[in-house]
């Protein structure tokens, strides 16, 4: 050890096998909570803001998304930088028409809002958006869409995941 640095290639207990007890003061980073919440489809209303849902919860490690208010929230203790990310298609938009979707944070702050302007008839608009962001315990996030076809559109391959990246 020299300068406060150890450098080791394996760690294993004196038998070879079990459990390994750190002592106190050591923070292990591991990427919790993390969650993904998906949903097969949902009604765009033409022109307008839409909150995506999402019912179905894949994985979610610290009980910190909610299937009634479809967001995530910080829980205590766990204050950071996060990594979130959203994805949607949506059939139907026609020339000069555009799909829009991105990150909200606490009603109030927009995120990575991703547009995209098709050009032809009936095209689908795919995209993902991610962002980093810093956040404090109970500050919530939310995914959003918004298309202007003229009439309502159907989204599918709705998803929405995130996990804690550190301090």
């Known amino acids: 050890m020299a300068n406060g640095i150890l450098k080791v290639g394996e760690i294993t207990t004196s038998s070879g096998s079990g459990n390994i007890t750190i002592g106190s003061g050591v923070t292990l980073n591991s990427n919790t909570p993390a969650f993904r ?12 803001a839409t909150k995506l849902t999402f019912n179905t919860v894949d994985f979610d490690t610290d ?9 995530f929230t910080i829980p205590t203790g766990k204050a950071g930088k996060y990594y979130f990310e959203t994805y949607l298609e949506i059939p139907g938009i026609d020339d000069g028409e555009y799909g829009q979707i991105y990150l909200r944070v606490n009603d109030t702050t927009s995120y990575n809002v991703v547009r ?3 050009s032809g008839t009936n095209q689908i608009f795919r995209q993902v ?11 919530f996030v939310e995914a959003y869409a918004y298309q202007n076809s003229g ?11 995130g996990f804690r990246i550190g301090a």
């Open 63 to 71: 009980s910190a998304f909610s299937t009634s208010t479809y967001r």
């Open 151 to 161: 009439g309502s559109q159907t989204a599918v391959s709705i998803y929405f995941s």
């Open 116 to 118: 995209v302007y098709m």
């Open 129 to 139: 958006c991610s962002s980093i962001l810093n956040l404090n315990v109970g500050d």
């Open 37 to 48: 919440a998906t949903e097969g489809d949902q009604s765009l209303s033409n022109s307008a």
